[in-house]
């Protein structure tokens, strides 16, 4: 049962973190950390399930702690919640609304210190839209990282109706996602990508024309190239050679190579909302690991599995 404005704890359950490391060595479980208000653009969820992504890990271990928030932190970006208490500026959302979103706008520049694998968080409303209905919390919370970040990168390369496109890492959280939107939101003529062996009649049911075994296959040798090249893996010397003359090539880790580009997601309530069409006919649809969910109580078995970098689709933890 979601709490109301009226019988809001003060203090909640979260994991944190008081140092940098591996997740196993400093994530501990705190039930005594205290419940973050608003400010008057954002809404208080009372989380239901967090999506666990690489970058929780990466950010944990203190890659980007330069333009970190201040320890301690609580880790996730991703969630799917019930708005318990609304700021007086918020226009789109009330009490009781069921909502998603990954609630740091910018990835790693001050990535907000109170995340989503707590009983409740704080998250400015633009970043949120409303759940889809036919999905459940834990299925939008798989969500909107992984599926803003393929969005995003198939607009930067000008991705449209009728190109072909080789995605990279077409396995994992973010290649799930971009072979279904280049082929239901955008049309793609031939969509081309790689996984190891187990994975290919994945790929296939996603919508992959070509599945490629990068095991005893090299995408670059192939006597067809492509439109757009989308590199989810940091293989981006590979990736360029790939590409037709005048193709768009985009990374979104590791080094970047010419004529390849790279950004870092900018997460944004509107893309989700742009893409409810596809979420709700079942269209695009969220793609979770068998053995992706998990309890509360085993946040770090979670960790431990994301970690090993061969999850298929999403790592989801459910909150309540
Ligand atoms: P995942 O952990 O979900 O990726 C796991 C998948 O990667 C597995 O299914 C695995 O398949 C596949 N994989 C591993 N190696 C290869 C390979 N050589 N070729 C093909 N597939 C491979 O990660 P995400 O998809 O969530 O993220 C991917 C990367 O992108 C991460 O480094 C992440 O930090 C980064 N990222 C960057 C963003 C940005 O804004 N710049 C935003 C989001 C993510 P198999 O088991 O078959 O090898």
């Known amino acids: ?96 609304d ?82 279904q939107l280049a082929k239901q939101v955008y049309g793609a003529s031939k969509i081309a990508a790689t996984a190891s062996t187990a994975k290919l009649d994945l790929l296939k049911s996603l919508g992959a024309d070509l599945p490629i075994d990068y095991t005893n296959q090299n995408f670059e040798d192939l006597p067809e190239k492509f439109d757009v090249v989308y590199d989810a893996v940091g293989q981006c010397e590979r990736a360029v050679k790939a590409v037709k003359e005048g193709g768009d090539v985009v990374t979104i880790y590791g080094a970047v190579v010419p004529p390849a580009t790279t950004f870092m997601l900018t997460s944004n309530g509107a893309i989700l909302e742009k893409l409810e069409p596809f979420l709700e006919s079942g269209k695009v649809k969220p793609m979770i690991d068998p053995n992706g969910i998990f309890p509360f109580s085993e946040t770090p078995q979670a960790f431990a599995y994301l970690e090993t970098g061969r999850v298929t689709g999403k790592v989801v933890i459910s909150i309540i």
């Open 98 to 179: 069921q909502v998603y979103g990954d609630i740091n706008e910018k990835a790693v520049d001050h990535p907000t210190q109170f995340g989503t694998i707590a009983e409740f968080t704080v998250v400015a409303e633009k970043l949120l839209a409303l759940k889809p209905k036919n999905l459940s919390f834990v299925e939008a919370a798989s969500l909107p990282l992984v599926i803003e970040t393929a969005y995003e990168g198939l607009e930067r390369c000008h991705f449209s109706a009728g190109k072909s496109i080789l995605v990279l890492g077409g396995a994992g959280g973010v290649g799930t996602m971009i072979i």
């Open 1 to 96: 049962m979601a709490s109301s404005a009226a019988t809001l704890p003060s203090k909640m359950k979260a994991w944190t973190y008081p140092e940098y490391g591996k997740s196993s060595d400093v994530l501990k479980l705190q039930s005594d950390v205290v419940v973050p208000q608003p400010r008057d653009d954002q809404v208080l969820l009372q989380v239901v399930a967090a999506g666990i992504n690489p970058i929780d890990f990466k950010r944990m271990l203190g890659m980007f702690k330069n333009i970190d928030s201040p320890l301690p932190i609580i880790p996730g970006y991703d969630v799917a919640g019930v708005v318990v208490k609304v700021g007086s500026q918020v226009k789109k959302f009330k009490e009781g």
